[in-house]
């Protein structure tokens, strides 16, 4: 079983959806980072977060650390928030290295 | 902001070729890291730097060496290519502070190995 578990694989919606994307863990972490990743493109910062909940324009993420969990909501989605999606978490073991989710691939038609 | 860069974004290769990726940074970070991405596989080290002549190796380096010479650079090296070494290739940094410890990625490098 994989340290990081994200939810959906895959995720087809349309336009003006509300969409959620979950991450799981099973390790304890210092920080968790949501990265967004569009076809054939580099990958991009949305959030990193300790605790609580963080908004930048349509996209909310939420962490619970005592349920080790994340999520990530885009609301009013668009075809460009089509992207694969990446959950990334920074254990406490002294390490400078991430372990990363194997990712969400959405979809978003218009 | 922070700017990573990546020397090439498309490369094509031969099979038994040397081939250099190179990886630049500007906001003085610690870390440094390499990453290859393949479908289905998600993003795995191939190797980590902590500081200047300082590597570890991460999940995959088999193949693979790097080079840190000066702070801002750090080069993977690919001494004789092979078919399944083609790849996305990307490259981040990171500060030393452990805690929140943000990742910041450059753009990717395709390699195809002919």
């Known amino acids: 079983k994989n340290e990081v578990e994200q939810s959906p694989q895959n995720l087809t919606a349309q336009e003006g959806e509300f969409i959620t994307i979950n991450c799981s863990y099973s390790?304890?972490?210092?920080?968790l980072h949501w990265l967004q990743q569009h076809p054939g493109g580099g990958i991009v910062s949305l959030f990193m977060?300790?605790?609580g909940k963080k908004k930048h324009g349509r996209l909310i993420a939420t962490i619970n650390i005592q349920e080790k969990h994340s999520s990530l909501h885009i609301t009013a989605s668009h075809p460009r928030d089509s992207a694969v999606y990446i959950c990334?978490?920074?254990?406490?073991?002294?390490?400078?290295?991430?372990?990363f989710g194997t990712g969400t691939r959405l979809k978003v038609l218009a | 902001d922070v700017k990573v860069t990546q020397s090439s974004r498309y490369l094509v290769k031969r099979t038994g070729e040397k081939v250099f990726l190179e990886c630049v940074q500007d906001?003085?970070?610690?870390?440094m890291f390499w990453y290859r991405q393949d479908p289905g596989l998600g993003l795995r080290l191939i190797y980590f730097?902590?500081?200047?002549?300082?590597?570890e190796k991460g999940d995959i380096p088999e193949g693979y060496s790097v080079s840190r010479e000066k702070k801002e650079r750090f080069s993977l090296i690919l001494e004789s290519a092979s078919t399944n070494q083609t790849s996305m290739y990307l490259c981040?940094?990171?500060?030393?502070?452990?805690?929140?410890?943000?990742?910041?990625f450059g753009p990717g490098t395709r390699l195809t190995v002919l």
């Open positions: 981040a940094s990171s500060s030393g502070q452990l805690s929140y410890n943000e990742q910041f």
């Open positions: 390790v304890g972490i210092s920080a």
């Open positions: 977060l300790s605790s």
């Open positions: 990334a978490v920074l254990p406490t073991s002294g390490t400078y290295k991430y372990i």
């Open positions: 906001m003085d970070h610690e870390n």
């Open positions: 730097s902590y500081d200047v002549k300082m590597k």
